[in-house]
C-alpha cells in the first residue's frame, strides 16, 4: 500500500481551517495542523478531534518564523499545504496595513520557500472573491478581471496569487491552486466546529446569530438602495463544509497529476445569489426565529452584487456545492446555541 500523503493545514485551527482539516482526515489524508492561535482558541482543534477521532499533530508555530517552517517541515514529510494562516479583518486591515502585508505575505511566502527548498511540493492558497471587486458582469468567472483591491486585506490576496503564480513558474517541481472562495458561512452538522469571531463581528452571518442569540441587540443592514431587487447586495453564500470538501478535491486533483497547468484557480462558490434580506428571511423561516434588524447605511467598500460561475470547478474538480441555504442557516444558528450554551 502506498504511504498515505501528508497535508499541511496552516491556520488549521480556525473556521475554515477546521473544517477543512475534517475533510481531509476524512479523506485518508495526514494532516499535521499548524497554527499560533493568534485569532482563535482550542475549541475547533478539540472539535476536530472529537468529530473524527483523530488527534492530527499540532504544531504551534507562527509562520511568520521562517526557521519554524522549516523546522516543520524538516519534522514532518510535508506533501502538500494549504495556507489559511492569514489575517482577514478588511476594516482592521486598513488602520493597520503593515500588519497584513507583514503577516499576510511573509507566512505564505515561508512556506513557499521551504517548498522550494525541497525541490516543489504542491501548495493551496486560500484567495478570495474579493479580487473581482464590484465586477463588470455577473456571474464572475476566473477570467473575470481582477480590480484593483480596496483595502490592504484585499490587496494581500491579490499579491499572495502572484506571489504563488511566479513561484511555480520559477520551480519545476511546485504547484499552486488558488480557490478563490464567495462568502463561507454555516457550520460543520456535528455543531462541534464553526466560526469563533473575537469581538463584534464583520461579517454577516455571525452577527444574525449573535442577535438571535441575544449578544448583538439589533443587525444593521448595510444599505436598502442598491440597484439589486430588493435593494440589499447580493453575495454567494457557500457552505463551509461545501467549501472544505472543494479544497479535498483540489488536492487529490493535485497529488493524482490531474493539474492542466501548474498554477490553475477555481471559483468556490454556489452560483447562486442570494440577497441580505432575502438571507436574513430564510434564517428566520428555518429557525423558527424573529430577528431584530433595521436599515442602516451602505457599509463603505462593499460591492453591490458578486456571484461565482463555479463550472470550471465543478467540472475539473469534481466538485459541486450541495447544501441548502436552509441547511446552511441552520447550522449557523446550532453552532451559535452550542457556543453559548443555548
Ligand atoms: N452586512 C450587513 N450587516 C452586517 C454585516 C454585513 O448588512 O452586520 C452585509 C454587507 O453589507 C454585505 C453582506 O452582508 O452586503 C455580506 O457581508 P460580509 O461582511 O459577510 O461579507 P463580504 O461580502 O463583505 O465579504
Redesign the pocket.
Known amino acids: 500500500m502506498s504511504e498515505k500523503k501528508c497535508v499541511l493545514v496552516s491556520g488549521g485551527a480556525g473556521y475554515i481551517g477546521s473544517h477543512v482539516t475534517v475533510e481531509l482526515l476524512s479523506a485518508g489524508y495526514e494532516v499535521v495542523v499548524a497554527d499560533n492561535f493568534s485569532n482563535c482558541d482550542r475549541t475547533n482543534y478539540e472539535g476536530v478531534c472529537a468529530i473524527t477521532g483523530q488527534r492530527p499533530p499540532l504544531e504551534e508555530i507562527d509562520c511568520c518564523d521562517a526557521k519554524a517552517v522549516e523546522g516543520l517541515f524538516s519534522r514532518h514529510k510535508i506533501d502538500a499545504a494549504i495556507h489559511f494562516a492569514a489575517f482577514k479583518a ?1 476594516g482592521e486591515s486598513v488602520e493597520e496595513p503593515l500588519l497584513y502585508y507583514r503577516n499576510n505575505l511573509t507566512s505564505f511566502i515561508n512556506i513557499l520557500q521551504a517548498f522550494a527548498n525541497r525541490g516543489g511540493g504542491n501548495v493551496l492558497f486560500s484567495s ?3 479580487v473581482y471587486g464590484e465586477p463588470d458582469e455577473t456571474p464572475v468567472t476566473e477570467q473575470s478581471p481582477r480590480k484593483p483591491a480596496t483595502s490592504p486585506y484585499g490587496n494581500t490576496k491579490q499579491i499572495c496569487e502572484d506571489i504563488l503564480r511566479d513561484t511555480v513558474s520559477a520551480c519545476a517541481g511546485l504547484r499552486g491552486i488558488a480557490l478563490r472562495y464567495f ?1 463561507p ?1 454555516g457550520a460543520h452538522p456535528s455543531a462541534l466546529i464553526g466560526e469563533l469571531p473575537r469581538g463584534i ?5 455571525p ?2 446569530t449573535q442577535t438571535a442569540a441575544g449578544v448583538r441587540e439589533v ?5 436598502n438602495d442598491y440597484p439589486t431587487p430588493d435593494g ?4 454567494d453564500y457557500i457552505d463551509v463544509v461545501d467549501l472544505a470538501r472543494a479544497h479535498t478535491c483540489a488536492v487529490t486533483r493535485m497529488f493524482e497529476g490531474r493539474m492542466r497547468e501548474d498554477y490553475e484557480i477555481f471559483n468556490v462558490g454556489t452560483g447562486r445569489p442570494l440577497s ?1 434580506l432575502e ?1 436574513v428571511r430564510a434564517f428566520e423561516k428555518v429557525n423558527g426565529l424573529k430577528l431584530n434588524y433595521r436599515f ?1 447605511p ?2 463603505a ?3 453591490t452584487a ?1 456571484w461565482a460561475d463555479p463550472s470550471l470547478a465543478n467540472r475539473e474538480l469534481g466538485w459541486k456545492a450541495t447544501r441548502s441555504v436552509e441547511e446552511t442557516l441552520s447550522s449557523a444558528w446550532a453552532w451559535e446555541k452550542h457556543i453559548r450554551g443555548i
Do not use: E
Open positions: 478588511v478570495s472573491a474579493t462568502n458561512i463581528p464583520n461579517n454577516l452571518v452577527f444574525i443587525l444593521s443592514i448595510f444599505g440589499t447586495c447580493l453575495r441580505v438571507l442602516a451602505r457599509r467598500g462593499d460591492v458578486v
